[in-house]
């Protein structure tokens, strides 16, 4: 693994690959939960496959955090390494002339990202653990959909999320497209899909906070 | 016009540096930057103090020689250009400006607002290159048709000039940029070919000893290059090293 | 005392340089690892000379000022570089370069050199693109080329319009090749201050690292000059702000003769002079005059007018312009050599006619080229009727395709849109094609020094013709030298290393350390500036353009002053232990000081105008050619070689009579 991270690119390949990892995770969340606006069956069905699936519990999900810790992980080091290769600070830096505001705090949009999933995991993963393996209370396949009103009947809560979200956009709509930069994905075929990225990161993040709107404001 | 100048005095490598406080009169509007510099340290050597140590040479912009982050940018506002080329019909009567050396711990200060780039030229030492005999017994220069497209890439990405910016800008001080350029003028022709693994793989391997950051792809470098070197050359380096290192 | 002896081989002009090679003394491949050649200056021909002679397998210590050799002036030759490949079938060959480049300078360079220098010029294409260099190339992805002045001919291969930055990286990557092997040691901001003689040969040089300011000693089996030109002497010219003679200048003190320092370079085609406070001056290719058209007004009203803003350039009709190229020399035009459309330009601006405020610029004009143009290309859209403005537009568009980069850069600095009205240029100092005095080998007249590219004289006469320069700093680096020093260094397998330890360097140490110190300690009132443009102006004003017997007898007084002057009264801040860029001026513009006067003493001894070289007393009296440059070869059909001797004025003149048996003895007329 450090002979793998060793160099400067192989570093930005990793946090790419688990970026795009990550990615494709959001996707698959989201599509799920908007099930929700539809039909609680489906949505209960859906949730119950995923919640059950020894596939998905005991290989998906380890790897899914292993992705996540390492992702938070890496970008940590690297900012840490970063700030050091600069050395003396400049008195002025104009970085607005020359660069996204995105692009230059992905430390702090990824962290707010991080206390997102802390929040996440207190409201619905840990309940969820304490439910099926601590406390071994049986299956049922449509507890699923109210415990999500429930959730999001607290307007404390639903601030906190849309305004999560809302970093989440801001991470993807730099982290989307440089993901692709780095894994040398950047020439005259791929200016193209630079839209897409570009839409993913706000229609994705935006589907998240209709979600959870929906939910608070028709319950 | 009148200004005010803050400039980053520092004496020596080991000496701790500060900025400071200057005042030009009648500047005209038609003197490069570098002209300005040279007011005032005319204005300082008749005062009896020493003058602002800074780099320059050609003074039309292809030396690469010159560097300063004027107002938080490397070689000042305008775009495509190197400080020598930087006129002050930029600035306004009464602006403060402020001046200081490019920044990044693989940059360090030798003077005021000179910095030590050798870090750079390690680099091409490690292999910016191509291993072929001076002798003069090549091949004819004709015997190797390149396509129009692959030679007009190539000299795009060989325009880079070597200046800094590109690390001055980066808040990552990463070097990618001019290592990717590098790398592609030579990807990008068949005579490049033969030593692409080991030239990637060294150049790669002494930038990051030389202690430049992690590129995080926000495109400084591109926007403050002065000869527009595309980030698409960072692309082609990364498809390289990958290339390479499987 | 040292002689002239060119050392030409016999035989042929074609053969020479082949039989030669073949007879020449060699060294083993195992002595030359034992042998170390210093090389100062790293441009196209220092930093080429340094990767072929490393990688033969001697020890190269190369220095340079800047931070890198890729930094070196060769970098900012903008058009092209000159071979004689005839890849375009036009009829080029070896001798027809050869021809051009002897004419083109006028009759006054060595006719062996040149040859060699055509011969091989073929050798550095194919050498650069197997390097990586990117020249232009055809839709075929054949090298493409592009014609240049004073020639028949499109021999030029070019890389946009960078190709002596793409040279110079080329030569720089063959360096760093051989400093990744160990065989060149690089010193970056190091200074040659003088050369060491031991026994009367070359043996080291003492050098100043400008960061530390520390006194180095370097010892070497044989030094190698390429340090460029002395186009500073000036004060303003194209060259680099850091460009210097002093190692040059130096190594005449010591012994090496100086040629023909009169032989400078005026370019017809810079950016005019805007204030007092200018420190150098842009060149624009010289490709431009193939599409502008150069004039001034015709009425004095006019120029009154235009100057003080009342007027714009454009409103004008043809009738109020004097078009005065075209009018003087119909047959050549705004084409005709950068001599003299140099002179022509001063001829206007001395009567008053020159444009800008200080009335130094004459216009450029692109409004036919675009109208020409944009004819043209809405015929090639199928438009036969269009519209003046849409005539404009496409024509901007082909003169963009053609010259963008530069109309950007002139833009930059103008702050006018050379598009919409007429470009203003002046003529500059460019290059120099005088320097030091060297052999067939490039050896100068002190043994073991070698001197190579624009720091020698040998190759360009009196004018350089365009693209040559990088032509000849290449040959002589990659080609040419590393084969002729081995014809001394052959007498040195047995030497062993140079110690630095002895009372050579000590004396030569002091003398630099004496100098340093001098400025250090001297506190006068006066910036090392304040002497260096006082000099560039008694330089422009009397020893420029045009040259007469009572203003070059005055500028050799007035310079002395001058001297005199800065040895009083100059003021170098700081300390001598650091990095200290006054203290740098100060030893250059010391030897500025000494050069322009031999300068002068040149230009007034060479009573004839030929090349660059232009005396108001030689000029046709009458016939078609009346007023123009007369050059005199039953008199000065010679390279002056001056022998320093103590000082400047009392140089000794030598005479290397130049012989011409392969190429005939032609006035060159451009009516």
Known sequence: ?219 | MDLTLKIWRQKDSNSKGQMVDYKVTEISEHMSFLEMMDVLNEQLVNSGDEPVAFDHDCREGICGMCSMYINGEAHGPDRGITTCQLHMRMFKDGDTITIEPFRASAFPVIKDLVVDRESFERIQHAGGFISVNTSGNTQDANALPISKIAADEAMDAAACIGCGACVASCKNSSAMLFVGAKVSQYALLPQGQIEAKERVLNMVAQMDKEGFGNCTNTGACEVECPKGISLENIARMNREYLKASI | MATLDSKVPKGPIKDKWTTYKDKINLVNPANKRNIDIIVVGTGLAGGSACATLAEQGYNVKAFAYQDSPRRAHSIAAQGGINAAKNYQGDGDSNYRLFYDTVKGGDYRSREANVYRLAEVSGNIIDQCVAQGVPFARDYGGLLDNRSFGGVLVSRTFYAKGQTGQQLLLGAYSAMNRQIARGKITMYNRHEMLDVVKVDGKARGIIARDLITGKIERHSAHAVVIATGGYGNVYFLSTNAMGSNATAAWKIHKKGAFFANPCFTQIHPTCIPRSGDYQSKLTLMSESLRNDGRIWVPKNMDDVMAIREGRKKPTELTEDERDYYLERRYPAFGNLVPRDVASRAAKERCDAGYGINATGEAVYLDFKAAINRYGTEQALLHGDTNPSAAKIIELGEQVIEAKYGNLFQMYEKIVDENPYKTPMMIYPVTHYTMGGVWVDYNLMTTVDGLYCIGEANFSDHGANRLGASALMQGLADGYFVLPYTIGDYLANEIRTGEIPTDTKEFDAVEKEVQDRIDFFINNKGTKSVDHFHKRLGKVMWDKVGMARNEKHLKEAIAEIKEIRAEFWKDVKVPGNANEMNTELEKAGRVADFLELGELFALDALNRNESCGGHFREESVELDGPQKGEALRNDTDYKYVAAWEFKGEPSEAVLHKEELEFNDIELKTRSYK
Request: glycine share 6%; no cysteine; aromatic share 16%.
């Open chain 1, 1 to 219: 693994m450090s002979g793998l991270l060793s160099s400067s690119i192989a570093r930005k390949f990793a946090m790419a690959l688990s970026a795009l990892f990550l990615v494709f995770f959001l996707l698959m969340h989201v599509s799920i939960n908007i099930l929700s606006l539809f039909s609680e069956d489906a949505f209960n069905t859906a949730s119950h496959f995923m919640g059950t699936n020894p596939l998905i519990q005991f290989v998906m999900q380890p790897i899914l955090i292993i992705g996540v810790v390492f992702h938070f992980a890496l970008g940590l080091i690297l900012e840490i390494k970063n700030r050091k290769a600069q050395g003396v600070k400049y008195a002025q830096n104009n970085g607005a002339a020359n660069s996204t505001w995105m692009s230059r705090n992905m430390i702090y949009s990824g962290a707010v990202i991080l206390l997102l999933i802390a929040v996440h995991f207190v409201d619905f993963w840990f309940p969820e653990l304490n439910y099926k393996y601590v406390q071994g209370l049986p299956e049922d396949p449509n507890r699923y959909y109210h415990e999500l009103v429930e959730h999001f009947q607290n307007p404390a809560r639903v601030g906190i999320y849309a305004l999560a979200f809302i970093f989440l956009a801001l991470h993807l709509l730099h982290g989307f497209q440089s993901a692709f930069q780095s894994m040398g994905a950047n020439n005259k075929y791929t200016k193209g899909l630079k839209n897409f990225f570009a839409g993913y990161a706000i229609v994705v993040p935006a589907l998240f906070i209709i979600i959870v709107l929906f939910h608070f404001l028709n319950h």
